[in-house]
């Protein structure tokens, strides 16, 4: 049976918006929690940069032999302008994955991480 949490939050003044899901997967090799959660912050620019930042992603994955459990870890970070109007805004934003498997068996996921 899965079980899945989801909140919605604005921010003060209507700045920004905070979406979360939580959820746990439990299965007969191992229980997964899964959590995801999306940041935005907008504010008003005076004009978009000549030069924009590439967004930030970081992955880390790890093996935990002794708690028999496997964690996936992923974040982006960046920014993206818009023209509304006649106003020009700025939204910064952070998108957040992090996986947990605890294995009930011995048997952890094999080999190494690959890209598809």
């Known amino acids: 049976m899965k079980n899945v949490v989801y909140s919605k939050k604005e921010l003060k003044g209507s700045r920004g918006r905070v979406v979360s899901v939580r959820e746990f997967v439990p299965d007969n090799d191992c229980d997964t929690a899964i959590r995801?959660?999306?940041v935005?912050?907008?504010r008003r620019a005076e004009a978009v940069p000549e030069t924009?930042?590439?967004p930030q992603v970081r992955v880390?994955?790890?093996?935990?032999?002794?708690?028999?459990?496997?964690?996936?870890?992923m974040r982006i970070k960046g920014t993206v302008y818009f023209k509304q109007g006649r106003f020009i805004h700025q939204v910064d934003y952070l998108h957040t994955l992090a996986v947990r498997m605890f294995?009930?068996?011995h048997v952890l996921s094999s080999g190494p991480a690959a890209l598809a």
Not at 60 to 73: P, R
């Open 60 to 73: 880390l994955k790890g093996v935990d032999t002794q708690a028999q459990s496997e964690t996936f870890f």
């Open 103 to 105: 294995w009930k068996t």
């Open 40 to 42: 935005y912050l907008t």
């Open 36 to 38: 995801k959660s999306f």
């Open 52 to 54: 924009v930042a590439a």
